[in-house]
């Protein structure tokens, strides 16, 4: 296993995020492992190969958005073999129930692991997509996509404990919260709920996204 205990944290920035690229991605890896980050989680080749100058695992995840499918973390197996080449040792995609194109994700968790010698972090909604990634031989699940599913909406403001709680009692595998863990508070819920890891992102590398809270809930009327 690759991943210890502690604090993950996702260094993803969009196009249309003035942080967009992999320097600044790269900045925002390194100042992560200055603060006590065990892993990071990225996106896409170049901000993978950018993130590992910090010399912690990494998570890589490849979005690729379609008009067709909702499915577009590491949807096939191209994707996952891009970013492992660009130096992921663990691959995150989507296992959840929905439709996608080509091969099933028990295919692909499978091809990672075989063919790549990758671990997979499978990311999840529910708890029965959870057992079944499980079985599929994933290595590690993770809360990521709950709330961002048709079968999880709507979305809460805080993270989704109770599904974590159930699959750290019953799938077996180590299970990392992630999705809306916005507090140190909220992260100690998670360890305490039974998450082997916690991963965050947004409130620690976009900025844009933080700015917006304190204008939103900090401002007088
Ligand atoms: C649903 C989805 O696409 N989640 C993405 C997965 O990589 C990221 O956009 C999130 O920022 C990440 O999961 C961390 O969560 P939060 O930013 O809430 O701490």
Same mark, same amino acid.
């Given at each position: 296993?690759?991943?210890?205990?502690?604090?993950?944290?996702?260094?993803?920035?969009?196009?249309?995020?003035?942080?967009?690229?992999?320097?600044?991605?790269?900045?925002?890896? =390194?100042? +992560?492992? #200055?603060? @006590? /980050?065990?892993?990071?989680?990225?996106?896409?080749?170049?901000?993978? %190969? *950018?993130?590992?100058?910090?010399?912690?695992?990494?998570?890589?995840?490849?979005?690729?958005?379609?008009?067709?499918?909702?499915?577009?973390?590491?949807?096939?197996?191209?994707?996952?073999?891009?970013?492992?080449?660009?130096?992921?040792?663990?691959?995150?995609?989507?296992?959840?129930?929905?439709?996608?194109?080509?091969?099933?994700?028990?295919?692909?968790?499978?091809?990672?692991?075989?063919?790549?010698?990758?671990?997979?972090?499978?990311?999840?909604?529910?708890?029965?997509?959870? =057992?079944? +990634?499980? #079985?599929? @031989? /994933?290595?590690?699940?993770?809360?990521?996509?709950?709330?961002?599913? %048709? *079968?999880?909406?709507?979305?809460?403001?805080?993270?989704?404990?109770?599904?974590?709680?159930?699959?750290?009692?019953?799938?077996?595998?180590?299970?990392?919260?992630?999705?809306?863990?916005?507090?140190?508070?909220?992260?100690?819920?998670?360890?305490?709920?039974?998450?082997?890891?916690?991963?965050?992102?947004?409130?620690?590398?976009?900025?844009?996204?933080?700015?917006?809270?304190?204008?939103?809930?900090?401002?007088?009327?």
């Amino acid at each position: 296993m690759k991943l210890g205990r502690g604090l993950i944290v996702s260094c993803q920035a969009r196009a249309d995020n003035p942080l967009h690229g992999p320097q600044f991605m790269g900045a925002m890896a =390194l100042a +992560a492992r #200055d603060g @006590g /980050a065990i892993a990071i989680r990225a996106n896409g080749p170049e901000d993978i %190969a *950018a993130v590992k100058a910090a010399g912690l695992p990494v998570i890589g995840i490849h979005k690729v958005f379609s008009e067709a499918y909702p499915v577009y973390i590491t949807p096939d197996f191209a994707a996952a073999e891009a970013i492992v080449a660009a130096g992921a040792e663990i691959v995150a995609l989507d296992c959840t129930e929905r439709p996608r194109q080509g091969e099933a994700p028990s295919i692909l968790v499978r091809r990672i692991r075989e063919e790549l010698g990758a671990e997979v972090f499978a990311d999840i909604s529910t708890f029965d997509e959870g =057992l079944r +990634a499980a #079985d599929w @031989g /994933a290595t590690y699940l993770a809360t990521t996509l709950s709330g961002y599913t %048709a *079968a999880t909406e709507p979305r809460p403001s805080g993270p989704d404990l109770a599904l974590l709680e159930a699959l750290a009692g019953k799938s077996g595998l180590p299970v990392v919260a992630e999705g809306r863990y916005n507090t140190p508070a909220l992260v100690r819920q998670g360890f305490e709920a039974g998450a082997h890891a916690v991963v965050v992102g947004t409130m620690i590398t976009n900025p844009r996204e933080i700015t917006r809270r304190f204008v939103a809930e900090g401002l007088p009327a």
